[in-house]
């Protein structure tokens, strides 16, 4: 079983950043890749962006130009920061690991709230 743990969600005004971070239970070299998924009130959960073992990235349109991620391999904590944020990017925040093998993994996710 892998458990992933997500912080740095909170309230930040248009405009503003927040640096969403995944910590997991695991390796970081066990994990095939890492993805970062939103859900909003109301709505279904959708792909916002992901980072593969071997460092290539992947990010949703509504994303893109906007978002950076950070490994920290001694940590094992995936982050993703995200610039610019707007209202419309509010949503909760949830990380997802594909081991191979073994499936994908969710985290409880993290609450993002872009408001003035």
């Known amino acids: 079983q892998v458990r992933l743990v997500e912080s740095g969600g909170g309230l930040v005004q248009p405009g503003g950043s927040l640096k969403l971070s995944c910590s997991a239970s695991?390796?970081?070299?066990?994990?095939?890749?890492l993805g970062w998924y939103r859900q909003a009130p109301g709505s279904e959960r959708e792909f916002v962006a992901r980072?593969?073992?071997?460092?290539?990235?992947d990010f949703a349109d509504s994303m893109k130009g906007r978002g950076t991620f950070f490994r920290d391999y001694d940590k094992s904590t995936v982050s993703l920061e995200m610039n610019n944020l707007q209202p419309e990017d509010t949503a909760v925040y949830y990380c997802?690991?594909?081991?191979?093998?073994?499936?994908?993994?969710w985290g409880q996710g993290t609450q993002v709230t872009v408001s003035s």
């Open positions: 695991v390796r970081l070299s066990n994990i095939a890749n």
């Open positions: 980072i593969f073992n071997s460092g290539d990235t």
């Open positions: 997802k690991a594909y081991l191979y093998s073994y499936g994908n993994f």
